[in-house]
């Protein structure tokens, strides 16, 4: 989400102190991590060589990265999508489209929440594509499982901001927020639609009731006047980045669940105090004043409500049927994503950021294996099992430290009594483990092809001002206003050991700016980007990073780029897509064979005034609309491939 200046625990648009000095610093703390890349280079090499992708190569006289096809667009801000040549792009769905067979059209001048029910919700930030059927690879016709963040009263109605909202425009918005899915198909044309009367069509919400399972289920702060056991909670919201699991389910992360909580001062006990403290619900009114309407926001009316919200939540877009849950055991904090990846032996392994300035990366390991095939043996598979957050150590090294009640400092003498203390408090867990304070993490994900973990710190404008963290070598720059995207290798290449090592991938900025780095490519080649975000990878491993935060930080749109991250095209970042004034780039989603790629486009116009949209986006009229758009080569190749290849793992049959 675009970030909010009044509010301490979001980046400020502020002036950066002179970078002067800062490269020269800068090269030498690369100059370590260079050479221990020589090292990991040979032994990946060796392994690469070992595997059907590294005998292709091998075949094919070559071991490099395929690279990536395309011209790179430049910066500036187009006014409409500009996506690089022989590419096309198209709106799917916007906010407000119907998605049930009784949903009326979308009608900006008479919105109510009966209609937002049943169409398209706002602010679309996850994107996951699932086929159709289940079970299939099937490239053309899916189900699109969306977050819906929040919402922009501002240009939504022809009120100043939230806090100007009647009760009925709240509620449109309660009703906005949350996640969908959708039936899609794609005709022989490449052009993908709606299939609006799907069975699988649905919409979760602020007013959905959800079950609370893992650890924290009927611990006492879960309980609340509308359920005294603690075993469910009403709503979601603030749902952001999210992962598909491997059995056909979505895990969404609730973020910016503070915003909707009020008068945080007003708790007594010391352990509540302490709680909404670290988590900052505001002491008074709340950002989006729902409060004034539904005194469950408010905490002198239910002091236990902010505990309801900060988790993951997983629901099943193959069963509209099944009631959505609030995993626990993946603990609470501003969740940035829940991305998932099978470890060696079988564990399901999962990575989250805590996405705000000096917080933690975080991933948990299930207890249970995970058994292909079964979807009810994998049905609870993450009620169980070991939360960690990240130490990392400046000489490329870290650790996994477990955030298990009873261990170390997670004790009664640190107010914790179960572990349900411990994931309803998991800032101060791991607070009290030493965990490291990184750049407002965002996406974390696990590269297919080379098993390497992706962790991209977005900004974070406060490094190293007084009484706040130093820069280190894993956040190194003071005032970081760009970015970085740190690449992590997991002991043995398994994804739930204990231990790990970190590289630094990028520094971001615009190139000619001596503090960035492109993972030692030339940097007279490279893209100019800021404010890393979401990211994907391609059926070859290439890195995909979408943006947030480029029209303030480096005077261009926020955009759409692909990065190699083996061989002779490593760090060689390029351009591919350009969005509209005023939203940032979510989702990003491949198809499985990679010829399509879905794109959220979200909040354009952010920050106009009602009437005076800086873009009427997508539909050049009435309101400016969160849309989906599905992104495909003219000539229908895999996206970013070079005219007439084809992905080597494609070739493979891999996917
Ligand atoms: Fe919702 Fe951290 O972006
Ligand atoms: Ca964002
Ligand atoms: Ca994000």
């Not at 392994?47 to 059907?52: I, K, Y």
């Not at 709680?275 to 505001?282: A, C, E, N, T």
């Not at 505990?307 to 997983?314: D, F, I, L, P, S």
């Not at 957050?389 to 009873?406: R, S, T």
Request: charged content about 25%.
């Amino acid at each position: 989400m675009q970030q909010n200046p009044e509010r301490a625990y979001y980046e400020e648009d502020e002036v950066i102190r002179s970078q002067n000095g800062a490269g020269e610093t800068f090269e030498s703390i690369l100059s370590q991590r260079v050479s221990r890349r020589g090292i990991l280079k040979s032994s990946l090499l060796a392994g690469l060589v070992a595997s059907p992708l590294g005998r292709l190569a091998q075949a094919a006289g070559e071991v490099t990265s395929p690279g990536l096809g395309f011209e790179p667009l430049k910066g500036g801000s187009p006014s409409q999508i500009e996506v690089a040549k022989g590419y096309k792009s198209q709106v799917v769905i916007r906010w407000g489209d119907p998605i049930k067979a009784a949903a009326p059209a979308f009608d900006h001048e008479n919105l109510s929440a009966s209609h937002q029910k049943l169409q398209f919700g706002y602010n679309n930030d996850f994107v996951g594509y699932m086929p159709l059927p289940f079970g299939s690879q099937s490239s053309r016709h899916g189900l699109l499982a969306v977050n819906h963040e929040y919402t922009n009263p501002e240009i939504m109605f022809p009120v100043k901001g939230p806090r100007d909202m009647n009760k009925s425009q709240t509620e449109v918005c309660m009703e906005a927020e949350g996640f969908a899915v959708v039936e899609v198909k794609m005709a022989e044309d490449g052009a993908w639609t709606l299939v609006k009367e799907s069975p699988f069509n649905a919409r979760y919400s602020a007013t959905t009731d959800f079950l609370v399972t893992g650890p924290a289920k009927g611990n006492k702060r879960m309980r609340t006047k509308r359920d005294a056991k603690g075993e469910t909670a009403l709503g979601t919201f603030a749902n952001c980045a999210a992962g598909k699991t491997p059995w056909g389910t979505v895990l969404s992360a609730e973020e910016n669940f503070q915003d909707y909580y009020a008068n945080g001062e007003s708790v007594t006990s010391e352990m509540d105090q302490k709680s909404h403290k670290r988590y900052g619900i505001p002491g008074k009114e709340s950002e989006y004043g729902w409060e004034r309407f539904f005194p469950e926001f408010d905490l002198r009316e239910e002091p236990n409500g902010p505990y309801r919200h900060g988790w993951v939540v997983e629901f099943d877009p193959y069963d509209p049927t099944w009631q959505p849950r609030k995993r626990t055991a993946l603990g609470r904090f501003r969740h940035e994503a829940a991305t998932t990846h099978v470890s060696k032996n079988k564990r399901v392994v999962m990575y989250s950021g805590d996405d705000a300035r000096f917080e933690y990366v975080y991933k948990f390991v299930c207890e249970k294996p995970y058994v292909e095939g079964n979807r009810t043996a994998n049905r609870d598979l993450v009620d169980s099992g070991v939360l960690y957050v990240a130490k990392f150590h400046e000489d490329g090294k870290g650790e996994w430290l477990p955030l298990v009640f009873g261990q170390g400092p997670l004790t009664q003498a640190n107010g914790f009594y179960d572990q349900g203390d411990v994931m309803i408090d998991v800032r101060i867990a791991a607070d009290l483990l030493g965990a490291t304070k990184m750049d407002r993490p965002e996406d974390i994900e696990v590269n297919p092809v080379n098993q390497k973990v992706y962790v991209v710190c977005t900004n974070n404008s406060q490094r190293g001002n007084e009484g706040r963290a130093e820069p280190d070598k894993m956040n190194p720059r003071p005032q970081n206003r760009h970015g970085h995207i740190i690449e992590i290798t997991e002991s043995g290449d398994d994804h739930a050991a204990e231990t790990f090592e970190w590289e630094m991938f990028m520094v971001c900025g615009d190139p000619s700016d001596p503090a960035t780095y492109f993972a030692g490519y030339d940097k007279t080649k490279v893209s100019s980007i800021s404010c890393p975000d979401n990211i994907t990878f391609d059926n070859d491993g290439n890195l995909w990073i979408a943006t947030d935060g480029q029209e303030s930080a480096l005077n261009q749109a926020d955009g759409f780029y692909a990065c190699p991250v083996e061989g002779d095209q490593r760090g060689h970042l390029q351009r591919f897509m350009s969005t509209v004034p005023d939203s940032e780039v979510c989702g990003p989603e491949f198809t499985p064979d990679g010829t399509t790629l879905f794109l959220a486009i979200q909040h354009p116009a952010e920050g106009s005034e009602f009437g005076a949209f800086s873009t009427q986006w997508p539909d050049g009229k009435g309101l400016p609309r969160p849309s989906i758009v599905a992104i495909r080569a003219e000539d229908g190749r895999v996206i970013g491939s070079a005219k007439g290849t084809q992905s080597r793992r494609s070739l493979l049959g891999l996917r």
